[in-house]
């Protein structure tokens, strides 16, 4: 796709304020700018991107009331409808300033918001703005919260300890544990997300971080069930120019030590930017994979601990078994990481970027997920695309240790890993020049073009 040379056209991101939804949402941002589009990123004071990491970007924050209570409570859900409920009016003066300042030739061509921030569709509309929806998960976990709202109608939801393991009739291999339900907060408030998310009335198109090879019939069945285009454009970071969109610093000293490693023997253990564990977790997984007598890499967030800063409540003896065979870091260059021969296996929370970024490499996964999508993306790698194995019992030394030498030594994750490294092919195959990303992509583009 040439750029467009003479008129640069603007348009306006509006991510959601959490890693998952701000990594995608920059790497649309840093695709389209390699387009010949300039960029314009409006974005909530609460987890506010680095503007020094995307010079090329404009920055404006949005002014919101929204209080950090329930962040802290764990109640994400009830944050997102604060937020969606307090901003519509401050997005509407963003976008009338963007307006403003932008010369004849800059003019915005569109809006393209998270689908979490919905109220950023309304507030495009009243002043007559084009806008595409930015869906950051996977289209099977969009089919699953969509059937949230039926199955509370037909009283399957909240569903009898008894029924957890039966699989949802419309929804295999998905079973009534792993729908994209709340740990915390209200039910009540999931389905109203859900409702307003569904409920798309004035978008031009819905783009999705995903890949045909992947989620065709899934993408099938959305595309049947929505009346604008659907634009599959996934892994993002496969086409995204390369740089780093983390929210936190990331500690680049680990790819050193990996390269002091054997081929695939590294197990890569992180758990994501969000969940938290107790301390006696946290030392059943540091003996499991100290028991596993496999070298390893571990993300231990600052912070993640409950009760505690970072790792200062691990026993000095412990410590010392892992400086043996394994390397903690606060935060790791994951794609990086999934790169590097050394590793072999991925101890992942199923977030989709994580688990996009390891089939993508390759990387065979154990999947231990927390909440919501997590649940749907690891039923799906263990049971669909079957590349991972699922680690369903509570954090016991034992189990750990198990699970991962049957990951990293057992036949069963050799023959991951050969599945894997086919399933990345295909991947490679949708990214290049007349695959089904890279055609979607351009689709993308002349839509915006031609607005």
Not at 85 to 109: H, S, W, Y
Not at 335 to 343: G, N
Request: charge should be negative; hydrophobic fraction near 40%.
């Amino acid at each position: 796709m040439e750029k467009q040379g003479k008129r640069r056209r603007r348009v306006v991101l509006v991510p959601a304020p959490f890693q998952g939804h701000i990594n995608p949402m920059l790497q649309l941002g840093s695709i389209l700018h390699s387009n010949g589009f300039s960029i314009t990123v409006v974005h909530a004071q609460y987890n506010s991107p680095n503007p020094s990491i995307h010079p090329d970007f404009s920055f404006l924050p949005l002014p919101d009331t929204s209080s950090d209570h329930n962040i802290l409570a764990g109640d994400l859900i009830a944050f997102v409808l604060q937020l969606n409920t307090n901003c519509k009016a401050r997005l509407q003066e963003c976008f009338a300033q963007v307006m403003r300042q932008q010369g004849p030739d800059d003019g915005i061509a569109c809006v393209v918001h998270d689908e979490i921030m919905y109220f950023s569709e309304a507030a495009a509309k009243d002043l007559k703005l084009p806008s595409i929806v930015l869906r950051t998960a996977s289209a099977a976990t969009f089919l699953a919260r969509n059937a949230l709202i039926n199955l509370k109608a037909e009283g399957h939801i909240p569903f009898p300890e008894s029924r957890s393991l039966d699989s949802v009739p419309e929804l295999i291999p998905i079973r009534f544990k792993d729908l994209p339900l709340p740990i915390f907060g209200k039910l009540e408030d999931t389905l109203q997300l859900v409702s307003k998310v569904a409920n798309i009335r004035t978008s031009l198109a819905i783009i999705y971080n995903t890949i045909d090879c992947l989620e065709n019939s899934s993408l099938a069945k959305l595309q049947q069930q929505c009346q604008v285009p659907s634009f599959p454009i996934g892994p993002m970071h496969s086409f995204a120019p390369a740089s780093s969109t983390s929210l936190l610093e990331e500690d680049n000293s680990c790819l050193a030590w990996l390269d002091q490693q054997s081929c695939n023997s590294v197990i890569y253990v992180s758990l994501g930017s969000i969940a938290f564990m107790d301390v006696k977790q946290v030392v059943e997984m540091a003996w499991g994979l100290v028991n596993s007598q496999q070298p390893f890499l571990w993300v231990v967030r600052p912070g993640s601990i409950r009760g505690a800063e970072w790792i200062e409540i691990l026993s000095k003896n412990l410590k010392e078994s892992i400086s043996e065979r394994g390397y903690i870091v606060k935060w790791a260059p994951q794609k990086e990481v999934l790169a590097h021969s050394a590793v072999g296996g991925f101890l992942s929370h199923c977030g989709w970027n994580s688990t996009l970024e390891s089939i993508c490499e390759g990387v065979p996964m154990i999947c231990r997920p927390s909440f919501e999508d997590q649940r749907v993306n690891a039923r799906y790698v263990s049971h669909v695309w079957n590349v991972g194995l699922e680690l369903e019992s509570e954090l016991e030394r034992g189990e750990i240790e198990r699970v991962v030498r049957r990951l990293m030594v057992d036949e069963e994750g050799k023959d991951m890993r050969k599945r894997g490294k086919n399933l990345k092919e295909r991947i490679e195959l949708c990214i290049k020049e007349g695959g089904s990303s890279n055609n979607s992509l351009n689709k993308l583009i002349e839509m915006i073009v031609s607005i």
